[in-house]
């Protein structure tokens, strides 16, 4: 699975200002393909223990904060080098900084509203989906057409 898998996440803010739309159709027109996608809202512990990695730091209550003030929307997308590729789709962390016509730059309100998150390595893309996905919630393209065929 590692390599053509990513975790995204609709931040609260996005959601809030109704971006879902526009978020999902700039990642279909990327090429990625949605295989799993759930709308949920996060509580303080499981937001807590998505970040954990972030325990510590001087940002983390604010984070955790953010992420429980309204629902998010969970995606796992699929597509040939799909990290490296949903990253440099995602913009820089600060939208100020973010080339233009990324998702940050367009709908992010600041870097603690960034609209969107982003798994930063394959390793982290397989934890974090299977953080908010079972496999029985997986929609694996190539297997289900391969089987069709």
Sequence with gaps: ?????????IKPGAVNHEH???ILTMINDAG??????????????EAADFYSVHK?????DELVDS??????VAILLQK???????RQLMGATDPKVA??????RMYAEDMGHNAVHGSDSDDSAVRESN???????????????????
Excluded: C, Q, W
Excluded at 1 to 9: L, R
Excluded at 67 to 72: D, K
């Design 1 to 9: 699975m590692a390599g053509n898998i990513t975790f995204t996440m």
């Design 20 to 22: 879902i739309g526009p």
């Design 32 to 45: 990625f393909k949605i295989i799993a996608m759930k709308f949920l809202y996060l509580r303080r512990n």
């Design 56 to 60: 510590g730091k001087r940002f983390f």
């Design 67 to 72: 992420m429980t003030e309204a629902p998010i």
């Design 80 to 86: 040939d080098n799909a990290v490296n590729d949903y």
């Design 99 to 104: 080339a233009d016509g990324t998702i940050r």
């Design 131 to 149: 953080f908010f996905f079972s496999t029985l919630e997986r929609y694996d393209y190539e297997v289900v057409h391969e089987t069709k065929k």
